[in-house]
């Protein structure tokens, strides 16, 4: 079973993405907790949008929204997690998670300021065998279409912290790219709601375009 849905997901991710064919979904992770996981309501779409610009995709305009939990969760190559603040994963939800990663799936977590002290300890319940670790700088994410030598930029101040990217590594296959101190999503909403330079969000959605393309062609 589980190498069954390991070819369904990389077909989808990569046949799809290398023939260009439309339809390829993306998600957003719906969780529970009272955290805001709906936080950045126009990132992902403008993130699909210039990513079909610059890297030749045909992803669906339109992200879906997915819960943990669920069994259409396999239906996509790439969900993306954020918000500010409480996560919880229920047992089955946890081993749900699980198995969409090791079957292929993955997962982007971006800290939108007051998540790393709930997540780290909920992918604890995904993963108790792994630690998240920070990528080092020459790490292939960092160098698809777009370089990004100093890893992962950094789009809003909050703690006036770098911004760093962790990983968790299964069996040396990335499953999981966490942007930390970064607030990534917030730099590929619309210009409006941040009023951010045209510069900081080209290198917001340069840096999700090298995720998106890492997804579609390494995994």
């Known amino acids: 079973m589980k190498k069954l849905l390991t070819i369904t997901l990389l077909l989808i991710a990569i046949t799809a993405y290398a023939q260009n064919q439309p339809g390829i979904k993306i998600a957003r992770l719906k969780y529970e907790g009272g955290g805001d996981w709906y936080a950045d309501p126009t990132s992902l779409t403008n ?7 610059n890297l030749n995709t045909n992803i669906a305009g ?3 929204t997915v819960e943990v939990g669920s069994k259409e969760i396999f239906q996509y190559p790439f969900v993306h997690l ?6 919880v994963l229920s ?15 993955f997962l982007h977590i971006d800290d939108n300021y007051g998540l790393d002290e709930y997540i780290r300890p909920e992918m604890k319940k995904v993963f108790p065998e792994l630690e998240f670790v ?32 962790f990983g968790l590594i299964y069996e040396g296959r990335l499953v999981c790219y ?6 990534l999503s917030d730099g590929w909403e619309d210009p409006e709601v941040h009023n951010d330079s045209e510069e900081t969000r080209l290198k917001a959605l340069q840096m999700g375009a090298n995720i998106i393309q890492y997804v579609f062609m390494k995994n």
Do not use: W
């Open 47 to 53: 993130l699909i949008s210039f990513s079909n610009q």
């Open 62 to 64: 339109n992200y879906e």
């Open 82 to 87: 954020t918000g500010h603040g409480n996560i």
């Open 91 to 105: 047992p089955g939800e946890a081993e749900n998670l699980r198995k969409y990663l090791l079957s292929g799936g």
């Open 134 to 165: 920070e990528l080092p700088y020459g790490h292939p994410i960092y160098h698809q279409k777009y370089d990004f030598n100093n890893g992962t930029p950094k789009i809003h101040e909050h703690d006036g912290k770098p911004a760093q990217g």
């Open 178 to 183: 966490y942007t930390y101190e970064s607030d």
